[in-house]
């Protein structure tokens, strides 16, 4: 990568200088006076910012995240509808599976959206006492409708857990009205991947049942920092998030993201229509898509085509989660203009 890359991709996405310079400087110790300051101050900024009465954060990429949340899940109990409309849903599904959570599913083939009405039918019918789902579904950047959904819940007074991975950072939230929430360093805060990120509502429950690292309940004790966090990556979190959540970043990123998304659909290059998300999936027959890729990179533009349910189906992805200045997309609107443009 050299400094005209510009990184259009899913992660690890485009950092900011102070971000890349926090994180090459000398660790200092998780026991220290300064990181114990530092730790402080980012659950702070975070709590804030998201309406959130506690955030949690573990060493590990956002997989660990949804992880910690499905084993407070399994502890608080009852039974659960867990939603899944893509690769991260299904995901889910196969995390929760694995802990034996109690629960049915609402899945739907990959892009389709959830109908509210079944949603809430199920609730009632199953007495389902929480729900899971990813907000953004990243695989077809589908946006599943957060206030909705939380709404539903609230009615039925059923518990809320939200995987925001690429939601956080690059779409204005509150979450308020969720028990967690999850995101990682690597994507919308665009920092540097590593720290997985748990937004909680809810009191945490402690047990010696569960694996020690995803207890919340021990974090908690421990005032947050049980084991080794890299303060390398903390400080680096600290100064992205305040970079990313600034509404000339959210602006910029709407406006060019925008254009893309247009230029994109007009060319036919898009089957999951979502206009306000901040993640492109284009779908293309046959290897169109591969010379797409080969054509930004060439001109220093890195979109996501490496996931094995990407490589699968030949599709490639545009996502706007890193930090980002005007020339730079200004570069990405126009370089996708000409590749676009020219005969495949
Ligand atoms: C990226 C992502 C994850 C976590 O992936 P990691 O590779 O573990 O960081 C989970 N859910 C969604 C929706 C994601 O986009």
Redesign the pocket.
Known sequence: MNSQTVNVS??PVQISKQVQKAFAASPISHRSKEFRHLYNDSTEFLCERFNAQKTYLLSG???VA?EAMIWQIKLLGGKGLILSNGE?GE?LIRQASRASLQFIEYALAWGEVFELQTLENEIEKNKIEWILF?H???STGVLNDFDSITEICVRNNCRCFV?C??TIGTVPLDLSRVAMATA?S??GLASI?GLAIIFCNNTVVSSEQIPVYFDLGMYDKKDGIPFTLSSNLLKALQISARQKLQSNQFELIDEYAGSCFDLLKEKCLLSFNESRSKVFTVVQPGNTSTDLVVGLRQKNIIVSHESEYLKLRKWFQLAFFGYYKEVQLDRVFKTLQKVLNCPI
């Open positions: 899913t992660g990429s956002g997989t949804n991260f995901r990813c953004c579904e990243t995987d991975m690429s990682s690597g994507k991947p």
